[in-house]
Nanobody
Framework: EVHLVESGGGSVQPGGSLRLSCVAS????????MAWVRQAPGKGPEWVSS????????NYADFVNGRFTISRDNAKNTLYLQMNSLKFEDTAVYYC?????????RGQGTQVTVAS
């Protein structure tokens, strides 16, 4: 059974940083397309970043603009999202996704709040 557990969210001031983690079980992350998707209050899910099975194709949404870095540790079966220069509009619940939002699996999410 696929299980994804996110952590690392919290409250930060604008310009701050957070590193999100997603511990996976029930499968090996290096054999799956993995992604981070966020959902702000009252809005639909928004793709943030993804990394392919080989780890050589990484994509980011335009709004990331060099501020976030997706990575994974195959030995720990863990996916990460390093977020720097956070903005108010980055406030959302961030989900770790195996595959796609609509047909894949996701965790319970971790809340990121950017506030002064």
């Amino acid at each position: 059974e696929v299980h994804l557990v996110e952590s690392g969210g919290g409250s930060v001031q604008p310009g701050g940083s957070l590193r999100l983690s997603c511990v996976a079980s029930g499968f090996t992350i290096s054999t799956a397309l993995m992604a981070w998707v966020r959902q702000a209050p009252g809005k639909g899910p928004e793709w943030v970043s993804s990394i392919n099975e080989g780890g050589d194709i990484i994509n980011y949404a335009d709004f990331v603009n060099g501020r976030f870095t997706i990575s994974r540790d195959n030995a720990k079966n863990t996916l990460y999202l390093q977020m720097n220069s956070l903005k108010f509009e980055d406030t959302a619940v961030y989900y770790c996704v195996k595959g796609t939002w609509s047909s894949g699996s996701r965790g319970q999410g971790t809340q990121v709040t950017v506030a002064s």
